[in-house]
């Protein structure tokens, strides 16, 4: 396929110090970059706090233009890392992990034990708003699922092993080696409004968490036999099961809890809430898992665990439920909704020969099995797919390690890894299916104004781009954005002659933002300063698309058609402006308020021939949007050319109509305009020489620059 877009970089720098740095998460909005990067360096790019010591977390936030607004490193003299981000009202919440007794808060509820949470909030100038530790005297961990942020309160879930995790109203560890706990935050200070143990005398662990339409669901897996369940009862068997809660978000009350599982260990990987409905996949080793659909576990040699998708109904009780199993170990963890359908998916592992697939089943709204469909991807260097629902169809990107990977076309597949991009109908027919290059890693894909952009790593040049970039040197990144039918809309390398490894992709106003760490001391920088630090910097990229959407219609000349003297001065031609007016523009935000672009103009190159249809020459100098033309002693034609920008690969945007200087038999005169002439300053002088017009046809009129009077020898 012919790519077609053009980018080029609006912005490009490092972040770091002189020790290892690297970007780790990014949002961007309204055109603000917010960046989180760790490191072991002090002086940290403009940071306006002080390093604390071994791996610290920065949060750096970018202006539109790409200017620093702040820096500040968020740790102790341990490590510390991160599990979630959300940006709202231009603050940003930060929640993760501490090892850090000296982690600096605001609020600790906290005996410092050999991990805390943390929970920060700071304000659009880079100050703490408030900073608060959660956890006891053993090691606390967070719950995966996206900051459950709402109103002025803010919901954290987890795990913990500490009996003395800060809870509220009496709520006490129930035993075991570990707990779950949720706990409800003032958002506006950090303090706590209330904190709950989940669990019972067995071992528990809480791994999801969502917030949805005032309810707040929490999951995950359970030993213990004396969950206080709302729904059935404990299922007595050999291992664990999960459980599911759903809360009131305002007091934490339970609506219900549950089981689920059977006789052997199920594990629950993965939740979404659509409607009020839970909807839940996994994994078992269970034989008689609930099921609504008479579905069984696989039950062959070597195959001792299965897959299972269950909706649970609005009361928590099973809408549909059953297993989802091939003819190896089947490992889901992922799930994705669309409408009434639910697709899960994950690895089915083969445990003589250790080969690996990914497999996606799509279950309808009815409970249904539309289809199950597996792909070869090897052993090494392979990733699970981001997927996307749009208009019914799935679309998967990826990287495999399995020559036998389906496509639909002659594409080429590369040993080590190898991107792939796979289209499949409502029914799980493949509609088209390509290799997309050797890669190193691709990133969770990202859809919008239907295309599908991706970034990867590579060393080696194995897929077309559409502008001159090449491969710096070591492994760089690659920037691919692709149709819905697959052809290539834009593909570009950037990077520096040693490794890059990119971490994250977004999207703003259809420009692209892409950020990671890079050991290349020339990796293409706008900034003069600051240079590569060493030892591995954070980096952070803007790549603008080149304008489309010119407004060329009626691109004519006027006069189109005008007869003057042989050697005669003719009459200035004038084009409309060509431009990409500022409505065919993203939006753009200027201290956070939306606003309408400048147009983009175009640039011009005026050509001349002696016959209509050319050839053309290229006139030197003439690249204005008007020209006055010089005749000869002969018909003379011009148009004029408009291009894009050289940064957008000066590509021709629009040919103008020809416009046509004719010579009639009469020869111009040669006017004289004598000269020089001096004299003092506030004194007139006459000015015209002694014949100031020959030849042509007398009588003559004149015609002065900076209006003199129009007679041969004016006084000025």
Same mark, same amino acid.
């Given at each position: ?21 690297? =970007? ?5 909005? =309204? ?90 909030? +700071? ?34 879930? &987890? ?9 509220? $109203? ?28 989940? @669990? /019972? ?14 309810? #707040? ?17 404990? +299922? ?10 759903? #809360? ?55 195959? &001792? ?10 009361? !928590? ?10 003819? /190896? ?15 899960? &998916? @994950? ?8 080969? +690996? ?18 792909? %070869? ?37 590369? $040993?080590?890894?190898?991107? *792939? ?20 890693? #691709? ?80 990796? %293409? ?58 409505? $065919? ?5 200027? $201290? ?11 640039? *011009? ?8 249809? @050319? ?46 200087? #004719? ?10 305009? /004598?000269? %020089?002439?001096?004299?003092?300053? !506030? ?18 009129? *004149? ?14």
């Amino acid at each position: 396929s012919v790519a077609k877009a053009q980018s080029f970089i609006r912005f490009s720098k490092y972040a770091g110090g002189a020790s290892v740095d690297s =970007a780790l998460r990014m949002e961007v909005v =309204a055109g603000e970059t917010y960046l989180l990067s760790n490191t072991t360096s002090a002086g940290f790019t403009g940071t306006i706090n002080n390093y604390a010591g071994k791996r610290d977390l920065v949060l750096s936030k970018y202006n539109t233009g790409g200017a620093l607004v702040y820096a500040r490193y968020i740790g102790g003299s341990e490590d510390e890392y991160i599990s979630e981000m959300a940006v709202v009202n231009g603050e940003v919440f930060l929640t993760g992990i501490t090892y850090s007794a000296d982690f600096p808060v605001t609020n600790a509820f906290s005996s410092r034990g050999e991990s805390d949470i943390f929970i920060t909030r +700071i304000n659009t100038s880079g100050a703490v708003v408030f900073s608060t530790l959660l956890g006891g005297s053993k090691a606390d961990n967070i719950a995966a699922g996206e900051l459950q942020l709402s109103g002025s309160e803010l919901y954290i879930a &987890g795990t913990t092993n500490s009996a003395d995790f800060p809870a509220t $109203n009496g709520s006490t560890f129930k035993g075991g080696t570990s707990d779950g706990f949720v706990v409800r935050l003032n958002s506006s200070n950090g303090s706590i409004l209330q904190s709950n143990f989940i @669990g /019972g005398n067995g071992v528990d662990q809480l791994n999801r968490i969502q917030l949805s339409n005032g309810a #707040l669901y929490l999951a995950g897996n359970t030993q213990s036999p004396d969950l206080p369940v709302t729904i059935g009862s404990f +299922i007595a068997g050999n291992g664990r099961n999960a459980f599911v809660y759903k #809360l009131q978000a305002g007091n934490l009350q339970v609506v219900y809890n549950r089981y689920l599982g059977g006789n052997n260990d199920d594990f629950l990987a993965n939740i979404r809430v659509q409607n009020n409905e839970v909807h839940l996949t996994g994994y078992t080793a269970s034989s008689d898992y609930p099921v609504t659909n008479g579905s069984s576990a696989s039950g062959l040699p070597g195959d &001792g665990i299965d897959g299972f998708y269950t909706r649970l109904n609005t009361d !928590g009780s099973i809408g549909f439920s059953g297993y989802l199993s091939t003819s /190896g170990l089947d490992i889901i963890n992922y799930m994705w909704l669309d409408g009434s359908n639910a697709y899960s &998916g @994950g690895v089915v592992i083969n445990s003589a020969s250790g080969i +690996i697939e990914f497999v996606i089943h799509k279950i309808s709204g009815s409970g249904q099995l539309v289809y199950t469909k597996k792909f %070869p991807v090897g052993t090494g260097n392979f990733s699970f797919p981001t997927a996307h629902v749009v208009n019914g169809e799935l679309y998967i990107t990826g990287t495999t390690n399995a020559p036998d990977y389906p496509v639909t076309n002659q594409s080429q597949f590369h $040993n080590g890894g190898t991107g *792939y991009f796979t289209r499949i109908g409502a029914t799980g027919n493949i509609i088209y299916s390509s290799f997309l290059g050797k890669m190193n890693s #691709l990133q969770p894909s990202l859809y919008s104004n239907n295309k599908f952009y991706m970034l990867a790593n590579t060393g080696f040049a194995s897929f077309p781009v559409s502008d001159s970039s090449t491969i710096s040197g070591g492994a760089d990144n690659m920037l691919l954005v692709l149709n819905e039918d697959g052809s290539t809309y834009h593909a570009r390398y950037t990077g520096g002659s040693s490794n890059e490894y990119a971490s994250a992709i977004r999207l703003s106003n259809n420009d692209v933002f892409i950020c990671g760490k890079t050991i290349s001391s020339d990796y %293409p920088v706008t900034d003069a300063t600051p240079l590569y630090y060493g030892a591995g910097d954070a980096f952070l990229t803007k790549l603008s698309f080149c304008a489309t959407g010119y407004d060329i219609a009626n691109d004519v000349l006027s006069p189109s058609t005008q007869t003057v003297c042989r050697y005669g001065l003719a009459n200035t031609i004038s084009g409309k402006a060509i431009a990409v007016p500022g409505s $065919n523009l993203p939006v753009v935000y200027y $201290n956070g308020i939306a606003g309408e672009q400048r147009a983009i103009g175009a640039r *011009y190159q005026w050509q001349s021939a002696t016959s209509p249809s @050319g050839p053309w020459t290229t006139i030197v100098g003439a690249t204005l949007p008007d020209y006055t033309p010089v005749t000869g002693g002969a018909d003379q034609y011009f148009r004029r050319l408009s291009f894009s920008f050289p940064q957008c690969g000066s590509l021709l945007v629009s040919t103008s109509a020809v416009a046509a200087v #004719l010579v009639n038999a009469s020869t111009a005169p040669v006017a004289d305009a /004598g000269g %020089p002439f001096v004299t003092c300053p !506030g004194s007139s002088i006459v000015i015209g020489g002694t014949a100031t017009a020959t030849g042509g046809t007398a009588p003559y009129t *004149y015609t002065w620059d900076m209006g003199a009077a129009p007679v041969a020898n004016p006084s000025v």
